[in-house]
């Protein structure tokens, strides 16, 4: 994942950086050994599945690898990286190894290419991916990282939840959870602790739906 999965707001508060982010605590409150691999600035479009890689030549197994990315891609790109899901069908895909149909260079292709990846090396893990809370899109002196691209998102995540179903991988989409929209309330600090990265209260909200998540695999 990007910036948001390693919680780097939340690692700058002392006491919390062992726990930072929702992979310590859902690891923690669940026994579980966990790696935090999120990167700042991250995309799938870019270096998202080369984190997979890194992992599968260190010979590391999961039980669980979980994709979080997509808004650095809007970010960056606005409507310019969303990309197409590819018409070969799964098995295609995955019969070569080099993933040629799959090359990323978009958002769509590099999900595509990570879920791949991860299927041919890491064939024992249950894969999923989360789809990000919202944020802020409006110019506002108060908001540093107030971004106009992050409108984008929904038409990122369509083409994700149309990827998710193609290769079976489930999916949390936080960006249309009403209920965590309204708790988080991104026209403020409570939750979002520079209305783009979570701090501890917007992590704890966070949680329990990427909890159920994995429960449900």
Not at 107 to 119: M, T, V, W
Not at 187 to 193: K, M
């Amino acid at each position: 994942g990007d910036s948001i999965t390693e919680a780097s707001f939340e690692n700058a508060v002392p006491g919390l950086a062992d726990i930072a982010g929702w992979p310590g605590r859902v690891g923690y409150s669940n026994g579980m050994e966990w790696i935090n691999a999120g990167i700042s600035g991250a995309t799938l479009s870019g270096n998202i599945p080369g984190e997979l890689e890194a992992y599968a030549k260190m010979g590391r197994k999961f039980d669980f690898i979980v994709i979080h990315g997509g808004v650095n891609d809007a970010g960056f790109g606005g409507g310019k990286n969303i990309g197409t899901m590819s018409t070969e069908t799964v098995e295609s895909i995955l019969a070569d190894p080099d993933l040629k149909a799959v090359p990323g260079g978009t958002y769509a292709s590099g999900l595509e290419h990570a879920i791949a990846y991860a299927k041919q090396h890491f064939p024992e893990a249950k894969i999923c991916y989360i789809m990000n809370y919202r944020l802020k899109t409006e110019n506002d002196a108060y908001n540093k990282f107030e971004n106009p691209n992050y409108a984008y998102l929904p038409q990122y995540f369509a083409v994700g939840k149309k990827i998710c179903n193609k290769w079976s991988v489930p999916y949390v989409d936080l960006y249309n959870s009403e209920k965590l929209y309204t708790q988080m309330d991104y026209t403020t600090r409570h939750a979002i602790g520079d209305e783009l990265h979570a701090n501890n209260i917007g992590y704890d909200m966070v949680v329990p739906y990427i909890t159920a998540l994995l429960k449900s695999v």
